[in-house]
């Protein structure tokens, strides 16, 4: 099966899924109902509530599974994800600062206060990783590696203390934010983040070749032209931005800029002109999928979407420790 092929398949499917799964929950509605205006509270939970959700659902995995790829690029590292590296974490404690206080500090920003403070905590780990790999001379991938690993523990623990010094409303807030949710959807915000999400994925898709060269050593990238700082420049911050996006309005969902791109990477090869558009569209899919069995594996309770992935990708991410270190190729 050709390359394109399997693209085209994977695009359709991953469209298939987003356009399939609204109609589907506590109860079933069918297509017939809202052509034929049957009954108007199922349109009205079909278009205010599982649209908006799957929307929501399909930019949120589109966004982190883009995120995840370019970091797994970046340090030649299947492992890497957006969490590892302290993004998450990072645009967590914005959010949680953002729980505590109130809103009362970005209450000017209205709606998108939540928005700004998750970029802010997104920035200031993407900063402190950046300052502490410079300050060791150049910008070393294993230094910026270890580094963010280092800042994820910090702000986790930032999180931790928030939640600690929280009352016991907030408390809950904040905890059941942390596993991840679309549950409190902010129908309003959707342009917001598919605004990043799309430019994101342009900004990523125009770097395409320099990505490429970058997996396949900094050296050779340096010789052909690629300017290797300014390049990892680029993806840090677009996609901590894009992470950011993410998390302010779904919450710190895990894993699912680990599995997909890896899973892309199996099927597509490693060309990130051709992984590109095929990790967008089945991540989208992905946490579609994933939000629909929280939604009624336990109906009408329902599970954060955040538990779901991560009981998917803990076993995903031995198997992929343990096929990286038999083959020795990350890739």
């Known amino acids: 099966m050709g390359t394109s092929l399997k693209i085209a398949i994977l695009i359709v499917l991953g469209l298939v899924i987003f356009v399939v799964s609204p109609f589907f929950g506590l109860e079933t509605i069918s297509p017939a109902s809202l052509l034929k205006g049957l009954d108007p509270g199922d349109a009205d939970v079909f278009w205010k509530m599982r649209v908006p959700r799957a929307v929501a659902a399909f930019l949120a995995g589109a966004g982190l599974s883009l995120s995840g790829m370019v970091f797994q690029a970046l340090f030649r590292n ?42 802010f905590g997104a920035g200031l780990s993407v900063a402190m990783v950046w300052l502490i790999t410079s300050a060791k001379g150049g910008f070393s991938t294993v230094i910026m590696l270890l580094a963010g690993v280092v800042i994820n523990f910090f702000f986790s623990s930032l999180v931790l203390f ?23 959807l902010d129908t309003p915000r959707l342009a917001d983040l598919a605004f990043v999400v799309l430019a994101g994925f342009v900004a990523i898709r125009l770097i395409a070749q320099e990505i490429d060269l970058l997996t396949a050593g900094e050296e050779l990238a340096a010789s052909r032209g690629v300017k290797v700082n300014r390049v990892k420049l680029i993806i840090f911050i677009t996609a901590s931005v894009v992470v950011g996006s993410v998390v302010s309005l779904a919450g710190p969902i895990g894993f699912v800029g680990l599995m997909v791109p890896h899973a892309c990477r199996l099927i597509l090869g490693w060309s990130h002109r051709i992984l590109i558009p095929a990790v967008f569209f089945v991540g989208g899919a992905f946490l579609v999928l994933c939000d629909l069995v929280s939604r009624i594996i336990l109906a009408p309770a329902e599970i954060p979407i955040g538990i779901i992935t991560s009981m998917l990708g803990g076993p995903f991410f031995l198997w992929t420790l343990f096929k990286s270190q038999k083959t020795g190729d990350l890739f």
Do not use: E, K
């Open 78 to 119: 299947p492992l890497a994800t957006p969490f590892t590296l302290g993004v998450s974490s990072g645009a967590s404690f914005g959010a949680s600062m953002y729980f505590f206080l109130g809103g009362s500090a970005l209450a000017s920003l209205g709606g998108v206060g939540p928005l700004f403070a998750s970029l």
């Open 162 to 184: 928030v939640q600690y010094l929280s009352d016991s409303n907030d408390s809950l807030r904040i905890m059941h934010w942390l596993m991840g949710s679309l549950s409190g």
